[in-house]
């Protein structure tokens, strides 16, 4: 069996939002919506992963952000060769830089800081699966 490799070439935040009314003893929740979009023919792919912090308490949005970070493998594949770990690999990658983000951003806004705990993301691998395309 032929070893494939990855390595994350690329990362940015294209979107962030921080609602600075964040009541005193909220109860916060994370979602995560992950997205790819795969090119056969170099071998990029290019994951979009959006995080979002809700506020039970006011049934709002507090946290919003979008990370976009491009993944290059060690030669092109067919988008039903790219081996299974690589779905939750890429995001376990991706999550850190994430959370020192959102971290960062609230706690220069000098509010209630918003630290996002350490999380398993295996649950989001047939979710980043099924929502990845083929660009070429």
């Known amino acids: 069996m032929e070893e494939v490799a990855f390595s994350l070439k690329d990362y940015k935040f294209s979107k962030a939002s921080l609602d600075f009314n964040i009541p ?15 090119s056969q023919s170099t071998g990029v792919y290019n994951l979009c992963f959006d995080v979002i912090v809700g506020c039970k308490e006011t049934n709002s949005d507090v946290v919003k952000v979008t990370c976009e970070a491009s993944f290059e493998f060690n ?17 376990a990658i991706l999550f850190p830089y994430v959370r020192a983000f959102v971290s960062t951003l609230s706690l220069q806004a000098n509010v209630r800081p918003v630290m996002l705990p350490t999380i398993n993301l295996m649950g989001l691998t047939d979710t980043l699966r099924e929502n990845t395309r083929v660009v070429d």
Do not use: H, M, R, T
């Open 24 to 38: 005193d003893k909220a109860s916060l929740s994370v979602s995560f919506n992950p997205a790819g979009a795969y």
């Open 75 to 91: 030669k092109p594949l067919k988008l039903e060769d790219i081996p299974q770990f690589f779905y939750p690999n890429s995001l």
